[in-house]
C-alpha cells in the first residue's frame, strides 16, 4: 500500500438540488493521486477486464442470433471504464472516503458497457438472455424505456456481478449495462452534448430542455413504428414459409 491509498475526501454529501463539487487544484491533486496509486491502477484494471467478459457475453449472444434467426440483434457495443475525477465526484457527493475499498463496494458505474440495438424487443430479449446466465449476477435494474425520465431519456440499465479470474483468485466485478436503440442513442448523445457542454443562461436552457423532451417523444413514436413495420415484415415472411411447405408436401 502506498501513502495514497488511504486519502480521504472532504465529509460532505451533496446538497439537495446542488452538484458537490472541489476546487480544480484539489481535483487535478486527487486526480494525480489516483493514477500514481498502484491500488487504483490494479482496480482500474480488473474493471477493464470486467468489461472485457460482460462484451463477449453480449457478441457470443449476437453472433448465436445471427446463426439461428438471421439476424443480429445488436448493432454496436461501446464500454468505458470511469475517469478518476468522474469517480472522486461521485465518491464526494456520496460522502465517502477516497479508497480502492469504497469505490468497489459503493459504485456501481465505474464500468459500463452500452449495447446499442436496432429495435425494442431486441433490448429485452438481449437483456433476458443476459440475465439467464448463470455465472452473472443481476443486481438492479431500471427501465428507463418504459418509464422515462422527465427529460424524455429512455435506455434499459442493468447492474450486474460478473466473476473475473485473476492470478489470486475469483473477484466479483460490477458493471453497468444499458441497452438502447439507435435512436434512443442517438438522443442521448446530443442532448448531452447540448445541455451539458455549453454554457447556456437559464431562459436558454429551459427553453432547449423542452424541445429535447418533444424530440424524445417523437423519436419514441419512430422506434415504436419501427417496431412495428419489422413485425408485419416478419409475419409475411413466416407465412411464405409456411405457404412453401404446404405446396412442397
Not at 19 to 37: G, Y
Not at 53 to 76: F, G
Not at 207 to 231: G, N, P, W
Request: aromatic share 6%; charged share 30%.
Amino acid at each position: 500500500m502506498t501513502e495514497y491509498d488511504n486519502i480521504m475526501l472532504p465529509s460532505l454529501r451533496e446538497k439537495e438540488h446542488e452538484i458537490a463539487t472541489l476546487p480544480d487544484d484539489l481535483m487535478d491533486q486527487l486526480k494525480m493521486v489516483m493514477q500514481s496509486s498502484q491500488q487504483f491502477q490494479e482496480m482500474m484494471m480488473m474493471y477493464k477486464c470486467a468489461i472485457r467478459e460482460v462484451r463477449t457475453k453480449a457478441e457470443v449472444l449476437n453472433d448465436e442470433m445471427s446463426v439461428r434467426y438471421h439476424r443480429n440483434p445488436i448493432s454496436s457495443i461501446t464500454s468505458r471504464v470511469k475517469k478518476p475525477e468522474s469517480i472522486t465526484q461521485k465518491l464526494l457527493k456520496k460522502g465517502l472516503p477516497f479508497t480502492v475499498e469504497a469505490i468497489m463496494t459503493n459504485l456501481s458505474d465505474v464500468a459500463g458497457v452500452r449495447i446499442i440495438c436496432e429495435f425494442i424487443d431486441d433490448i429485452y430479449t438481449i437483456a433476458a438472455m443476459l440475465a439467464m446466465q448463470d455465472d452473472l449476477k443481476l443486481i438492479q435494474i431500471k427501465d428507463y424505456i418504459k418509464y422515462p425520465k422527465d427529460n424524455g431519456y429512455r435506455s434499459y440499465h442493468m447492474i450486474v456481478e460478473i466473476p473475473v479470474f485473476f492470478s489470486k483468485g475469483k473477484t466479483p466485478m460490477r458493471v453497468e449495462i444499458q441497452i438502447r436503440t439507435i435512436a434512443m442513442d442517438f438522443w442521448a448523445s446530443l442532448d448531452h452534448e447540448l445541455k451539458y457542454k455549453k454554457d447556456i443562461n437559464p431562459e436558454d436552457e429551459e427553453m432547449i430542455a423542452a424541445e429535447l423532451l418533444s424530440c424524445a417523444e417523437r423519436i419514441a413514436e419512430t422506434d415504436m413504428i419501427m417496431q412495428q413495420i419489422r413485425m408485419k415484415l416478419d409475419a409475411v415472411e413466416q407465412h411464405k414459409k409456411s405457404t412453401e411447405i404446404i405446396i412442397d408436401e
